[in-house]
């Protein structure tokens, strides 16, 4: 078409046989499936309690969510947050180290660390 000669039918044949050969998937090492991970089940709750930073500082913060594993946390204070807190909320009676897993917008997924 357009001027150029068709190629023979040896020429596909062999420009089938080298796609067919190749792999174009990875090997399955090179790029292993994350694993899946069950997530706790979370309990809607709105609770005031209060974020204890490292250096001794608290701050207010209203606790939206609670599960076995981890929290979510709202806070007011436009800040970013340490790898690691304290949450307390005494009605609950919650005193747990956690690792801050992400955070945006006065909003933070915290991670509770088991001793």
């Known amino acids: 078409m357009f001027g150029k000669a068709k190629p023979s039918p040896d020429q596909l044949d062999e420009r089938m046989r080298k796609a067919i050969a190749r792999d174009t998937a990875p090997p399955p090492e090179a790029y292993p499936w994350p694993r899946q991970i069950e997530r706790a089940m979370r309990q809607a709750v709105f ?9 001794g500082e608290n701050f207010q913060v209203a606790l939206k969510n609670i599960s076995a594993t981890g929290a979510r946390v709202e806070f007011f204070v436009r800040r970013g947050l340490p790898d690691f807190v304290t949450l307390v909320e005494p009605t609950l009676r919650i005193k747990a180290r956690a690792r ?5 917008d006065g909003v933070a997924g915290l991670a509770f660390i088991r001793d």
């Open 47 to 55: 609770r005031q309690g209060a974020l204890i930073l490292a250096d």
């Open 100 to 104: 801050v897993a992400w955070q945006s």
